[in-house]
Nanobody, 118 residues
Framework: QVEVVESGGGLVESGGSLRLSCKVPRTISSVFWGDVMGWYRQAPEKERELVAQENEGGTKNYPDSVKGRFTISRDNGKKTMFLQMRDLKPEDTAVYYC?????????WGKGTLVTVSS
């Protein structure tokens, strides 16, 4: 089992910024380096959707709804992935989840709530 811990959510005004963190504490850096990481979100009564992903080889993908506003990055030494969110909109309000894929298995955190007020 891989422990995944998100943090950094909160209440922000429209147009504001937040940075989410996803830590994989009980692992060694060399293993974390090979993990495929992604951020998802789920708004009330909606399906969970991908908002940022870093594929093997480091390619980053974003849906059109967040492209240019969200940036995924990672610090392998700290075993942490980040999601920098700028120009937030009320429709970005959701619980944000971190997904770690290791050995073909997906591991999820419990999520962190982001609320954007208009």
């Amino acid at each position: 089992q891989v422990e995944v811990v998100e943090s950094g959510g909160g209440l922000v005004e429209s147009g504001g910024s937040l940075r989410l963190s996803c830590k994989v504490p009980r692992t060694i850096s060399s293993v974390f380096w090979g993990d495929v990481m992604g951020w998802y979100r789920q708004a009330p009564e909606k399906e969970r959707e991908l908002v940022a992903q870093e594929n093997e080889g480091g390619t980053k993908n974003y849906p059109d709804s967040v492209k240019g506003r969200f940036t995924i990055s990672r610090d392998n030494g700290k075993k942490t992935m980040f999601l920098q969110m700028r120009d937030l909109k009320p429709e970005d309000t959701a619980v944000y989840y971190c997904r770690v894929t290791r050995g073909g298995v997906n591991y999820w955190g419990k999520g962190t709530l982001v609320t954007v007020s208009s």
